[in-house]
């Protein structure tokens, strides 16, 4: 299942930001944008999201 899937109104780049921004703070607001983070990096290593982003990079 994609990210897309499991959080429709997943935005990477506002996670990122706002984690960053509450990092500082140390807040459980964090440690869920750090799960998400996990996840989502979880999703990448097994190969789940390639069909969405494709690999045009890989084959250059």
Known sequence: MAVA????????FKLLASCL???RARSTT????QFLLDDLSRLI???EMSDQF??????E
Do not use: L
Not at 30 to 33: E, G, L, N, P, Y
């Open 21 to 23: 921004r509450r990092k």
């Open 45 to 47: 290593h097994s190969g």
């Open 30 to 33: 964090c440690a869920f944008h």
């Open 54 to 59: 494709g690999a045009e990079g890989e084959a």
């Open 5 to 12: 899937n499991r959080y429709p109104d997943f935005n990477i």
